[in-house]
């Protein structure tokens, strides 16, 4: 099999795009295609101290690069040569069997749809909005209905013991820390009345699936006896063999106790959920040191103002750092405390399922 990997997208290219493509090939013995700027490229392999290219793995040269800024409609059309719209072609060609990109989702998706074409069969690509109650489910489908004449095809609705980012004012994402949360039974009920004109306009369902503090199979059957047509479990799978978090990530999440979830105010503007990591603390205490480079990666993250760079805190969480990462998690993190897999959580969730009365 031959990938091709757009060696200049996502939050920190080339670096992470290329040295994790030139593992894939020493490990799987994938062939691989990274295209970008090449001189960025080879720069980025002699720093890792690879001074040859591997065996199976090439260069294409692209000049330009799609940036989180650009317009996602136009963009691959405006920048001919960029490491997105060249990989596209290469895979339309028949130079590979894949194209893999971290950058720039819509710019990927137009592009995908507009010059490879879709997979025979297949109309468009299912989209699903998170909401956080029946006013911004009802102000969705209402702006979809007009301008689009779609609606979606199904809605998550994140409560506010959600983990990340919330949407719900600070205070009510406080209360809901403190033990007070809006119910998610209640806002089930508003979500599933707001698209009741829509599914009847369109004349069919748009299934709701819940998440945020749902903790086992009991309660999925609860919410799904109250119109839900299932449940988002995340923070526990974290905790499994297979998730491909870093160690460090998982033990910071296994060692965590109840006390250490809090409610943070994010760079971007929004309220979110995480692990007190060091990062926070120092943030609480005003001795976080200030932004010294910002690529202007988020439009509504403001240098000047944000406490800490969030993509920074990101990555770091996902390597494993606890020092500097923002840990995301649910708020019932601190009763994660085994490392599990996959099928012991389905099992577990599904008898509970089963056995709910």
Same mark, same amino acid.
């Given at each position: 099999?031959?990938?091709?990997? @757009?060696?200049?997208?996502? @939050?920190?290219?080339?670096?992470?795009?290329?040295?994790?493509?030139?593992?894939?090939?020493?490990?799987?013995?994938?062939?691989?295609?990274?295209?970008?700027?090449?001189?960025?490229?080879?720069? &980025?392999?002699? +720093?890792?101290?690879?001074?040859?290219?591997?065996?199976?793995?090439?260069? &294409?040269?692209?000049?330009?690069?799609?940036?989180?800024?650009?317009?996602?409609?136009?963009?691959?059309?405006?920048?001919?040569?960029?490491?997105?719209?060249?990989?596209?072609?290469?895979?339309?060609?028949? +130079?590979?069997?894949?194209? %893999?990109?971290?950058?720039?989702?819509?710019?990927?998706?137009?592009?995908?749809?507009?010059?490879?074409?879709?997979?025979?069969?297949?109309?468009?690509?299912?989209?699903?909005?998170?909401?956080?109650?029946?006013?911004?489910?009802?102000?969705?489908?209402?702006?979809?209905?007009?301008?689009?004449?779609?609606?979606?095809?199904?809605?998550?609705?994140?409560?506010?013991?959600?983990?990340?980012?919330?949407?719900?004012?600070?205070?009510?994402?406080?209360?809901?820390?403190?033990?007070?949360? #809006?119910?998610?039974?209640?806002?089930?009920?508003?979500?599933?009345?707001?698209?009741?004109?829509?599914?009847?306009?369109?004349?069919?369902?748009?299934? %709701?699936? %819940?998440?945020?503090?749902?903790?086992?199979?009991?309660?999925?059957? #609860?919410?799904?006896?109250?119109?839900?047509?299932?449940?988002?479990?995340?923070?526990?799978?974290?905790?499994?063999?297979?998730?491909?978090?870093?160690?460090?990530?998982?033990?910071?999440?296994?060692?965590?106790?109840? !006390?250490?979830?809090?409610?943070?105010?994010?760079?971007?503007?929004?309220?979110?959920?995480?692990?007190?990591?060091?990062?926070?603390?120092?943030?609480?205490?005003?001795?976080?040191?200030?932004?010294?480079?910002?690529?202007?990666?988020?439009?509504?993250? @403001?240098?000047?103002?944000?406490?800490?760079?969030?993509?920074?805190?990101?990555?770091?969480?996902?390597?494993?750092?606890?020092?500097?990462?923002?840990?995301?998690?649910?708020?019932?993190?601190? !009763?994660?405390?085994?490392?599990? &897999?996959?099928?012991?959580?389905?099992?577990?969730?599904?008898?509970?399922?089963?056995?709910?009365?």
């Amino acid at each position: 099999m031959k990938i091709v990997v @757009d060696a200049m997208g996502g @939050d920190n290219a080339p670096q992470a795009p290329v040295m994790g493509a030139v593992q894939a090939n020493r490990e799987y013995g994938v062939e691989i295609i990274l295209v970008g700027r090449g001189e960025d490229i080879l720069k &980025t392999l002699a +720093a890792n101290g690879i001074s040859d290219l591997p065996a199976g793995v090439a260069v &294409t040269h692209a000049s330009e690069v799609v940036e989180m800024c650009d317009d996602p409609a136009t963009a691959f059309r405006k920048k001919k040569d960029s490491s997105l719209t060249v990989g596209l072609n290469l895979l339309k060609e028949g +130079a590979g069997d894949a194209f %893999v990109s971290a950058g720039s989702t819509g710019a990927l998706l137009s592009g995908a749809t507009l010059v490879t074409k879709r997979i025979k069969g297949i109309r468009r690509a299912a989209l699903a909005p998170v909401v956080s109650g029946g006013r911004s489910a009802a102000l969705i489908c209402k702006l979809w209905d007009r301008r689009y004449g779609r609606v979606p095809d199904f809605v998550v609705l994140e409560g506010p013991l959600a983990g990340g980012h919330l949407g719900f004012s600070p205070q009510e994402a406080r209360e809901a820390q403190a033990g007070r949360p #809006r119910p998610l039974s209640a806002l089930l009920a508003e979500v599933l009345e707001s698209l009741a004109p829509f599914r009847e306009k369109y004349g069919r369902d748009i299934p %709701v699936f %819940v998440a945020g503090g749902v903790k086992s199979g009991a309660e999925l059957r #609860r919410y799904m006896d109250q119109g839900a047509a299932g449940v988002q479990f995340a923070t526990r799978f974290i905790a499994t063999e297979e998730c491909d978090a870093s160690p460090g990530y998982k033990r910071a999440l296994l060692d965590a106790e109840a !006390e250490d979830v809090t409610i943070v105010q994010s760079p971007v503007g929004m309220p979110g959920r995480a692990l007190r990591s060091p990062l926070i603390r120092r943030v609480e205490a005003g001795t976080q040191p200030k932004i010294t480079r910002c690529d202007r990666c988020l439009a509504a993250c @403001d240098c000047k103002t944000a406490p800490y760079c969030i993509s920074k805190a990101l990555i770091a969480a996902v390597e494993g750092d606890w020092e500097n990462g923002l840990f995301f998690c649910g708020a019932n993190a601190g !009763e994660v405390n085994t490392l599990s &897999t996959v099928k012991e959580q389905m099992d577990q969730i599904l008898n509970e399922w089963r056995t709910a009365p």
